[in-house]
């Protein structure tokens, strides 16, 4: 008797749940790959499923199980309403970081303004600032020549004209910007065990993990900026959930004559951080 898709993915959902892992994944991968909205998934679900499809969801399972995430997978992830590159060599974009494009965004509708993206990664930052505020001098910096390559990659397929400068922070910049904004490695070496089994054997450290309990890049960020900012600019960083007094502290330390206003995101958790 033939097996609807309905009856495989089920499957093997249940079989990635029973060994500890994300069962959802399997799904996800598999609309992914065929390209299927929710409504095709309905239309098709009762169906049996083609040998070619089973064979595919097998092998996806097989993946899975080694905790290799499904954007690596895939090669790809949505952000910002747009689809971006990723590797082993980048961060997998989080909707965390889209709050703070967002909030970015909402607040500076002025044209013409320089802005700074460090630790750019895949580049969803700069790329998805400068799609929204074409008139933007956009510059991204990151220490991994390997992101480099995927963010330029990206900023190529999107059709956005973005400065690429492999930089340790801000030390290769030169001009004065209105925004700088990150999202930088901000996990504690403590947290390790704390983390995803995926996330630790598989995305790139330095992209994660700071000295200092988290706090390393920040200080860099804090105490190189002040000589880079203009003096009514604005500094946009993206947060963990357990550092808002430090944060907050370092750059209220910075920049004494400007507010440090700590936002928080749509869980009502402090994960962003404005200067201005």
């Not at 009856?7 to 609309?31: D, M, N, P, Q």
């Not at 390997?146 to 999107?158: I, S």
Request: charge should be negative.
């Amino acid at each position: 008797m033939s097996k609807s898709y309905l009856e495989v993915l089920t499957r093997a959902s249940s079989f990635l749940e029973r060994h500890g892992k994300e069962g959802h994944a399997i799904e996800y991968l598999f609309l992914a790959r065929k390209n299927w909205d929710k409504t095709t998934w309905l239309l098709n679900m009762r169906k049996s499923i083609s040998p070619v499809d089973e064979a595919m969801i097998e092998a996806d399972l097989a993946e899975l199980m080694k905790d290799i995430p499904p954007q690596y997978l895939l090669g790809y992830e949505e952000f910002y309403g747009q689809t971006f590159k990723v590797t082993k060599d980048t961060l997998i974009p989080r909707p965390e970081t889209e709050e703070l494009v967002a909030l970015c965004l909402a607040d500076n509708p002025k044209k013409d303004l320089k802005v700074t993206d460090i630790g750019t990664g895949t580049g969803v930052i700069a790329i998805s600032l400068k799609l929204a505020r074409p008139s933007w001098q956009v510059t991204a910096l990151d220490i991994s020549t390997a992101a480099l390559e995927v963010a330029k990659m990206n900023a190529e397929n999107l059709s956005a004209e973005v400065h690429f400068k492999k930089s340790d922070v801000l030390a290769k910049l030169t001009e004065k910007q209105d925004i700088i904004i990150s999202n930088p490695p901000y996990i504690s070496a403590d947290e390790w065990e704390l983390m995803d089994v995926s996330v630790r054997k598989f995305e790139p450290k330095q992209a994660l993990f700071a000295d200092n309990q988290g706090l390393a890049i920040y200080q860099k960020i804090a105490k190189e900026a002040p000589k880079l900012l203009n003096p009514q600019g604005k500094i946009y960083l993206e947060i963990g959930f357990q550092q808002a007094d430090s944060v907050k502290e370092i750059f209220q330390q910075a920049f004494p004559a400007k507010e440090v206003n700590l936002k928080k995101d749509l869980f009502g958790l402090d994960r962003m951080i404005v200067v201005e």
